[in-house]
């Protein structure tokens, strides 16, 4: 009778969780899916595949990534949002796309409230970039110079997402204005750069050192607070008359809201274990991206912390919904 009772109550209180009474041994028994907001080969993607390669045999599973690119990230946030908070299907994802881009954008059906940080992954800055070609600016002032004199316009690998707002948040500081030419992911972004589409673009170091180190991009400042080491001589945008502006994005994995503690424990732990791996430590590092190795806790306490500065910042930016 008593191990009758005490099935029955531990199966109702697994039950609430959102637990079969056999999770323990079984979760996960199946692939577990990462969505990303961007195209295949953009910054994110790479980071994604990477953290999928390392996690999965600390899951025992299959870890897959899936794209799912288009409005500044909103399509594939509001997949997994409205996901089964079951674990398997995960987003990664970073500041700009969940904290800013509901916020501009009048088709976002999903607040930052609706998802759940499981684990963090890593912080990275941006680069300001022109095309590498005759006549084009060789400092962060001769570009500015440029956008001073008349009519210029910059790309981004979308509305909302950290790349227009670096630009901005730039052009603000030097009291200037560009117009906004955004695409879906830094791929297309980049390429018109280099066409001459476009004057400048920010963007990831993920995604553009590759055309840096091929010539076709020309790096004339990094937004963080320090030199990278891949651009030794390129300076930050402190150094180049913006002392103390600096532009990071933190970004990790997300799940719809409601996943059971369980489960998101064991999601974090596998992430945790294989940023101690050196192969994923090295190829972090090759992408000019640090590892995050931070408590859940203090990843969820900073992007409440940045959803309130981001939320400032669109407005001293003037940056409204549909801009």
């Given at each position: 009778m008593y191990r009758?009772?005490?099935r029955l109550v531990l199966g109702i209180f697994l039950s609430a969780?959102?637990?079969?009474?056999?999770?323990?041994?079984?979760w996960p028994d199946r692939?577990?899916?990462?969505?990303?907001?961007?195209?295949s080969g953009s910054g994110s993607d790479i980071m994604a595949r990477l953290i999928a390669q390392y996690m999965g045999p600390e899951l025992g599973q299959s870890v897959i990534v899936e794209n799912r690119p288009g409005a500044s990230g909103i399509i594939g946030d509001e997949y997994v949002a409205h996901s089964k908070s079951d674990g398997y299907t995960l987003l990664f994802s970073s500041t700009a796309p969940l904290l800013v881009a509901p916020l501009m954008l009048p088709d976002a059906k999903f607040r930052y409230s609706d998802l759940m940080p499981v684990a963090p992954v890593m912080r990275a800055q941006f680069v300001v970039l022109v095309a590498n070609k005759p006549g084009a600016p060789k400092t962060l002032a001769e570009l500015l110079d440029k956008v001073r004199a008349g009519k210029t316009a910059y790309s981004s690998a979308g509305l909302g997402t950290m790349t227009h707002l670096a630009s901005e948040l730039l052009l603000k500081k030097a009291g200037l204005s560009a117009t906004h030419?955004?695409?879906?992911?830094s791929g297309q972004s980049l390429s018109d750069l280099i066409g001459g589409q476009v004057l400048f673009s920010s963007d990831s170091l993920t995604a553009s050192m590759p055309l840096i180190k091929s010539g076709r991009l020309r790096a004339?400042?990094?937004t963080g607070p320090k030199r990278s080491p891949s651009l030794p001589d390129v300076p930050t945008l402190s150094e180049s008359g913006?002392?103390?502006l600096s532009i990071s994005t933190i970004g990790g994995l997300f799940g719809p809201k409601g996943i059971p503690a369980p489960i998101a424990g064991r999601i974090y732990a596998?992430?945790?274990?294989?940023q101690k791996n050196p192969a994923m430590i090295a190829s972090f590092a090759k992408?000019?991206?640090?590892?995050l190795a931070i408590s859940n806790e203090q990843f969820a306490a900073d992007f409440r912390h940045d959803a309130v500065s981001w939320g400032q910042l669109l407005t001293q930016l003037h940056l409204k919904k549909g801009q």
């Open positions: 009758t009772v005490l969780a959102g637990l079969s009474p056999a999770f323990s041994a079984s692939p577990v899916k990462i969505v990303v907001t961007q195209g030419v955004p695409y879906k992911g004339l400042a990094v913006f002392p103390g596998a992430v945790a274990q294989a992408l000019d991206t640090d590892v």
